[in-house]
């Protein structure tokens, strides 16, 4: 099984930050995670395979499972605890499961990276549609990003969030590539996606040529 499964993203979160754990706990349709709490993102493919890792996680450890997405091409799995070894352990025994390293998922590439400011009121609008977390306001800067493997958007939001006290408008941490919205001051903004680009650039992997 282990040499069929591509490892394309392992992330770990050493703690979630409120706004990010909020908008997992909103979202999510298994274990709702809180604040402070460590979690792990998993993205392998094919995607029918994330349950077989689901399945060890929670047999090997005292980790919750928050979110799980099978699609045919890729799958996501988050898991979290109160405990940062508990999260490391089950990651270590899907990775031991898998005979791979941390090393062997996908360096993060981003695809895009937009500061739009002064957002038009009609705009905005738009995107409070189609959002699950926080309101964009209209004249507040609103900053995208699209990265691949796509679970490396948790990565980006939770240290976005960690560098400044920005507004998570949107996530999508799956399919074929991540997207992150964050909404602000001009000034949060560029703080928080100068941290998001270099908690990116700083994950070691294999060459990912997407």
Known sequence: MSESIELRAYTFLDSMQPAFASFVGTTARGFL??????ALFIEIAPGIAINRLTDIACKATDVRPGI???ERAFGLLEFHSDSQSEVLSAGHHILESLEKSEEDRLRPVVKSSQIITNVDPDQAQLINKSRYGDMLLGGETLYILEVHPAAYAATAANEAEKASPIKLIQMQ???AFGRLYLGGTESNIREGAQ????ALESVEGRENKP
């Open 33 to 38: 995670p809180v604040q402070g709490q460590a």
């Open 195 to 198: 941290a998001a680009i270099a």
């Open 68 to 70: 799980q997405v099978v």
């Open 173 to 175: 941490p799956f399919g």
